[in-house]
């Protein structure tokens, strides 16, 4: 058989077998080409909401590529990116008044950073320092890179990277020093933004932390006039239990960042929605206070309908009380494992569920990683853990079957893991 000239993302290519070929996707499910339906326990990198191709969504991209392929954003609109915008502007938490358009989760994030750096500087009063918290994951473009965790995935890049002030995690009965460091980076009075994965850390090891803790940080912020950026690509879209995890700590983050479920996860489309304070800052008859910033597909027409196929679907649909529904079903099987020796730390928010296997060796690179990985793939499942962490982050659509499978595989990997003495 001849190589694939294709280049996975994170694949090293030397050590994984051949990939799976999927021939057709439906529901909660992949088909590949040997027959075998293989049930996505994480919605192919947390991206579908409510299943694969839901009908809704896919008649809407067939309607809309009839009139429309890519059109210039820059001198032009359509229809399909303003409604959209108003109906993402009535959902969004206050404040948030205008939408900025791009292609994925690392760009919309870049937009961002970019918005309350041009902010500040449009303003008058130049700030510099963006501000994250430590295991943090935003993307792999050169700016949301540098807002990340640093480590063995980016070390080759670091001549490129930007420095930037970073909070520690938030870990139970330690969640002062977290706010005290961010109150002491703040009052040097050059931070322009924090910028933060609100309740859940996803690539950082599903992470989770209070919604108050969420609240003090805003208030923080809001004291020393420095703007908060919430990075909701993955935690938007009910994943939580609310359409955005922002609303469990009743705040309005200055700048919002959506992407992965904003289409129900069929098509590539992000959105970076802002207060007008933002917008003004760069309206002037001074071309120079431009926003300067594009991507050659900004809010293609048929992602733009599709997404909006997507509200339709929480509008018209039980959405909410299926969520409800995730959230209690994952909860009664979780029980199982919480005095389990074999795991730690056994969490969840809303419909993301974690826990670690205990392992001597933890992190990314642990050797249970690939052997969980596998174990799963063997089982048709999709589940990809963070080295010895597995989590999961279903489609909305599974049902308690499909739980009780997965549940019971996690349980007998584990097993498979401390008894062969994984790493």
């Not at 809407?60 to 109906?87: C, G, M, N, V, W």
């Not at 041009?118 to 890179?145: C, K, L, Q, W």
């Not at 980016?154 to 520690?168: C, I």
Request: proline share 5%; glycine share 8%; charged share 20%.
């Amino acid at each position: 058989m001849t190589p694939s000239p294709v280049w996975h993302p994170f694949t090293q290519h030397a050590l994984e077998p051949a990939m799976k070929r999927i021939i057709r996707t439906e529901g909660a499910y992949l088909f590949d080409d040997q027959g075998n339906a293989i049930l996505d326990a994480i919605s192919s990198w947390w991206v579908i909401t409510h299943g694969h191709r839901h009908p809704l969504i896919m008649d809407a991209i067939r309607h809309a590529s009839e009139s429309f392929d890519q059109i210039i954003f820059a001198e032009y609109t359509h229809q399909p990116a303003e409604e959209l915008a108003k109906r993402l502007i009535a959902i969004a938490p206050a404040g948030l008044d205008h939408v900025f358009y791009s292609d994925s989760g690392s760009t919309c994030v870049e937009v961002a950073l970019k918005m309350a750096l041009g902010f500040f500087h449009n303003s008058g009063a130049p700030r510099s320092r963006i501000v994250v918290m430590e295991h943090g994951y935003h993307g792999d473009t050169i700016g949301t890179m540098s807002a990340g965790e640093r480590g063995v995935f980016n070390a080759p890049y670091e001549p490129m990277l930007f420095g930037v002030d970073r909070l520690p995690f938030p870990v139970p009965g330690r969640e002062q020093d977290t706010l005290d460091a961010f109150e002491a980076f703040c009052r040097g009075g050059q931070v322009a933004a924090l910028l933060i994965e609100p309740l859940v850390l996803g690539a950082g090891g599903m992470l989770m932390y209070p919604a108050s803790l969420l609240a003090e940080l805003k208030a923080i912020a809001t004291r020393h006039g420095s703007l908060m950026i919430a990075d909701e690509v993955m935690t938007g879209w009910g994943r939580t239990g609310t359409l955005f995890a922002c609303e469990q700590a009743n705040i309005a983050p200055d700048i919002l960042c959506t992407s992965k479920g904003l289409t129900g996860g069929s098509l590539p489309l992000a959105a970076t929605l802002c207060s007008a304070e933002i917008f003004d800052a760069h309206l002037s008859s001074d071309r120079s206070r431009t926003f300067f910033h594009s991507s050659s597909y900004t809010a293609n027409p048929i992602a733009c309908a599709a997404a909006q196929a997507n509200l339709d679907v929480w509008k018209t649909e039980p959405v909410t009380a299926r969520v409800q529904s995730l959230v209690a079903m994952h909860g009664t099987r979780l029980e199982r494992f919480k005095a389990d020796s074999r795991f730690g730390n056994v969490r969840q928010t809303g419909t993301i569920v974690a826990l670690d296997v205990n392992v001597p060796a933890t992190g990314y690179f642990s050797e249970a990683g690939p052997k969980l990985r596998a174990f799963f793939k063997g089982r048709h499942l999709l589940i990809r853990p963070l080295g010895n962490v597995i989590y999961l982050m279903t489609p909305y659509c599974v049902t308690a079957a499909n739980l009780d499978r997965i549940y019971d595989a996690i349980d007998e990997a584990a097993d498979m893991i401390v008894q062969g003495g994984a790493r």
